[in-house]
DNA sequence: ATAACTGCAAAAGTTTTGCAATCGG
DNA sequence: CCGATTGCAAAACTTTTGCAGTTAT
């Protein structure tokens, strides 16, 4: 099991005690925005500054340790780089479900080889209507989403 | 064809030239993010206003006329509904393709199967690496990408 | 010791809102 | 004419930056 500090050692950073907050809050959340996490570490470190959260983000996922997926509306959100999957955003509701990346497996094969794109499935959401939204909305047609 | 002045009448809104203006950009400069297609607007009409061009938007995705997807970074671009399709974005140029939705077919049909999500192809872009970034990046690691 | 890291305040960037003036039907 | 629409200025957010003080090694 390859602790943070290590991690950052690795690389020449250092272990402090708001990166393993960080971290250990986007771990608990799943996939939370910069303030959600910021609240989260807050409550357990009131002093800890949004500032640090950010810049945080950012070094985790230079080291691999998170990865940030746009959801599809403004805010990205931030995941342990451990469960790889692909989110399935509502533009309704706004549920994320998650899925095997396995399904985009084909996708992925035909992308390489007829256009030479590599696919990186976890990275972004795909956007639709969950089951619940999908019925009650039938006949609405689907243009007052997010943002 | 459908006219603008006419689809707005139909829903109660009226015509103006921004709103002519803001349409004919999105559908000339294809994917575009509100400030490109402001820019393009004001080399017409220089005192349209970008709080304008915001709402215009919104109204145009209301009526349907044009949408908006999120391609992987922070700015959400606008296009004309019309033409529909995947967009593959690399993150590491930012290059944007596009692909016919048919490529997602399959998957749309497992998504709705398994889990009764309706996929909305058209709303988010791949993420992944173009065959030019793919090629030169081999070794690199995927994470100093977008935002 | 010393370079990395943090918190704070301020800046920068983007999108939204309130309102008086203007314009379309 | 009357209400929808616009431009402007200001507000509201989100994210970034500069810097002096603090902390990990």
Redesign the pocket.
Same mark, same amino acid.
């Given at each position: 099991m390859e602790t943070l !500090?290590r991690t950052?050692?690795e690389r020449?950073? @250092?272990? &402090? #005690?708001? !990166?393993q907050l960080v971290l250990d809050a986007v771990q608990r959340l799943g996939h939370a &925005? #910069?303030?959600q996490i910021c609240g989260a570490v807050q409550r357990q $470190?009131p $002093?800890?500054?949004?500032? +640090?959260v950010? @810049? +945080?983000l950012?070094l985790l996922e230079r080291l691999g340790v998170v990865r940030h997926t746009h959801l599809g509306h403004? $805010?990205?959100t931030y995941s342990a780089h451990e469960h790889e999957h692909v989110h399935l955003v509502c533009h309704r509701c706004g549920e994320v479900a998650e899925v095997p990346t396995e399904l985009l497996d084909d996708v992925a094969r035909r992308l390489r080889a007829e256009y030479g794109f590599r696919l990186d499935a976890t990275h972004v959401a795909l956007s639709g209507a969950c089951s619940n939204c999908a019925d009650e909305a039938d006949a609405t047609d689907a243009t007052e989403e997010d @943002?």
């Amino acid at each position: 099991m390859e602790t943070l !500090r290590r991690t950052l050692h690795e690389r020449g950073f @250092r272990m &402090t #005690p708001q !990166r393993q907050l960080v971290l250990d809050a986007v771990q608990r959340l799943g996939h939370a &925005t #910069p303030e959600q996490i910021c609240g989260a570490v807050q409550r357990q $470190a009131p $002093a800890v500054n949004i500032t +640090t959260v950010y @810049r +945080t983000l950012d070094l985790l996922e230079r080291l691999g340790v998170v990865r940030h997926t746009h959801l599809g509306h403004g $805010a990205p959100t931030y995941s342990a780089h451990e469960h790889e999957h692909v989110h399935l955003v509502c533009h309704r509701c706004g549920e994320v479900a998650e899925v095997p990346t396995e399904l985009l497996d084909d996708v992925a094969r035909r992308l390489r080889a007829e256009y030479g794109f590599r696919l990186d499935a976890t990275h972004v959401a795909l956007s639709g209507a969950c089951s619940n939204c999908a019925d009650e909305a039938d006949a609405t047609d689907a243009t007052e989403e997010d @943002r």
